[in-house]
């Protein structure tokens, strides 16, 4: 066999980068990267009869980081919802044992989007101050490679920026912490709320003032979208709209999107957007109260429709228990004061916050049945595929490894009246959503828009990700699928996309019939922003780490030992 060199052989391909939709064909793979041919020696996956796509690629995601370990050790009993502890997996195949059902260990958590048959997971919301702890459990997942989005929706620096309209020096601070925390984009939270926890008040509205800063969620949002453009970087500004998760919320989450209106990209990287709106579900309620609580998706997905500056995923309800997380700290409060279970709440100096709660979304409880319809509505209302993806916000929603049930609901009208029918509320779900009146039924072509392609363009990352073109990294998936039998039968979807039949990593075949067979070598991928040096930023942050943070300037920057095996994209920004 040449060296390096394998054949997928005769599978239905499915790529969307090349518009190629269930055509038989072969995909030849040399050294790490999709080739145009091989040798004759090259080794043969036999793929006939199977579906063939690119390896999967998360755009929003809480796998790694302070938050995702408090909730490891916050619940313990989370371990014996997964059902599976593979001990015997260290000792007789060099694997590491794997725990967790909603929040897995570093071990399944690489293992399992393995298994699905992803290669690239964006780890939405890394603390800056917290940065090496994040990059030390990004090392240790294997398999897929990872990026992670600091948060700059509350920090004082940009909030002091933004108070005086002071872009440019915005956009040098972003420069800086990126390049410091090994970081990858824009990531906002709860713009302005989160800083408002810190006095025990919220930031619900996007003009409700900031306290001390004086300045609104409107401004802050404006004035990133700007700041990201003025830098070029290759994902559009990531944003968590204020007032998750409320009855009524759709207004203020439209008003929100359209502060993109009329902001231009500069940006070189392949995408063609300024704002990714994340976990869209929880944002899309109408209602006054619980009582009217309901779904106003189409709404929301009438203006996505219409605006190509944006790109959403779907934060998608998978009616499990699982473990709530995020840097949005008063709505932790929040839904604490909801279900009265166990809640964590910790403060980031002067940088974020965040909670953690427990949850259980149960398909007989009237909200959470309703949140389940929304989430698969906004999919189905959709338009544009490539700008819209699939996450559950994972674990908020529900555990990434129920994406494949996710694409079977998706996939198939029946699977979901089935959902339906079992519900105790049956009609007020139907009377309080339009799932039921919604025939369509999407197709693989979209799946892997959805999952592939789109995102992979959406974080600037298409030439490396989400297709199977010559040039590209050769992260190939085949699943045990009939293509010309969908959607059939909706469990065999479930099933094949939940342990793929192979799945080849960077080159190395990684998983073989559900199982993985190798740790692969895996990739932290960060951007390093090179520009003018700005003297007044250099001495903002100098004064500030020496008089406000807990570490000295020179113990904050990722050391280069915690990402080993890195792929820097430079961006250049012009004086």
């Not at 990714?276 to 779904?295: A, I």
């Amino acid at each position: 066999m040449a060296s390096g060199e394998l054949i997928v052989k005769g599978g239905f391909v499915i790529d969307p980068t090349r518009k190629i939709d269930g055509d038989v064909g072969d995909v030849a793979i040399r050294d790490g990267k999709i080739v145009d041919k091989v040798s004759s020696s090259a080794k043969v996956i036999d793929a006939k009869g199977k579906v063939v796509m690119a390896g999967g690629v998360d755009v929003h995601s809480h796998v790694a980081g302070p938050k995702v370990n408090v909730g490891r050790l916050f619940r313990p009993e989370d371990k014996l919802l997964s059902g599976v502890c593979r001990s015997g997996m260290a000792q007789k195949n060099g694997y590491r044992m794997e725990s967790g059902f909603s929040i897995p260990s570093t071990f399944k958590t690489g293992y399992d989007y393995a298994r699905m048959g992803y290669g690239f997971v964006m780890e939405a919301a890394m603390p800056p101050i917290h940065s090496p702890h994040v990059h030390e459990e990004i090392h240790d997942t294997p398999i897929i490679d990872e990026a992670a989005l600091p948060v700059f929706g509350n920090n004082w620096f940009v909030m002091d920026y933004l108070r005086k309209g002071e872009i440019e020096n915005t956009a040098a601070y972003i420069a800086w912490l990126l390049k410091a925390t090994k970081g990858y984009g824009v990531k906002v939270v709860n713009p302005g709320g989160t800083a408002a926890w810190g006095w025990g008040l919220n930031c619900l509205n996007l003009d409700d003032h900031v306290p001390y800063f004086e300045l609104t969620p409107r401004e802050i949002i404006r004035g990133l979208l700007e700041a990201n453009e003025y830098l070029g970087l290759p994902h559009s500004m990531h944003v968590h709209q204020n007032d998750l998760g409320n009855p009524g919320n759709y207004t203020g989450t439209i008003e929100s999107l359209k502060i993109a209106e009329g902001i231009k990209t500069k940006n070189k990287f392949g995408r063609e957007q300024v704002m990714h709106s994340t976990h869209l579900q929880f944002h899309s309620y109408g209602g006054d109260g619980w009582g009217t609580f309901c779904s106003k998706a189409k709404e929301v997905m009438d203006y996505v429709n219409k605006a190509k500056g944006l790109t959403i995923d779907l934060g998608c309800v998978t009616l499990d228990e699982t473990t709530t997380m995020t840097a949005d700290g008063p709505f932790e409060h929040h839904l604490h004061g909801l279900n009265h279970l166990k809640w964590c709440n910790v403060d980031v100096e002067m940088e974020t916050a965040a909670g953690v709660v427990p949850y259980i979304y149960s398909k007989d409880v009237l909200p959470n049945a309703i949140q389940w319809a929304t989430g698969l509505e906004l999919a189905l209302y959709a338009k544009d595929m490539n700008r819209t993806f699939l996450t559950t916000d994972h674990p908020n929603a529900g555990p990434f490894t129920r994406y494949p049930r996710v694409i079977k609901w998706l996939m198939s009208k029946k699977a979901r009246e089935a959902v339906l029918a079992t519900m105790k509320n049956t009609d007020k779900v139907i009377n309080a959503t339009t799932i039921h009146d919604i025939d369509r039924e999407l197709t693989l072509f979209e799946i892997a828009q959805m999952t592939r392609s789109g995102p992979a363009k959406c974080l600037g990352l298409n030439n490396l990700y989400g297709g199977l073109a010559p040039g590209m990294i050769a992260d190939v998936a085949v699943f045990d699928l009939n293509y010309k039998n969908l959607p059939g039968d909706a469990e065999k979807i479930e099933s094949a996309f939940q342990r793929a039949a192979c799945f080849i990593k960077s080159g190395e075949v990684v998983v073989r019939d559900g199982e993985v067979v190798s740790n692969g070598h895996k990739k932290t991928v960060w951007v390093n922003v090179n520009m003018p040096e700005n003297l007044q930023v250099k001495r903002d942050i100098t004064q500030s780490f020496t008089k406000d943070y807990t570490v000295q300037l020179e113990n904050y920057s990722v050391k280069d030992y915690l990402a080993p095996h890195p792929f820097v994209i430079n961006v250049d920004v012009e004086a």
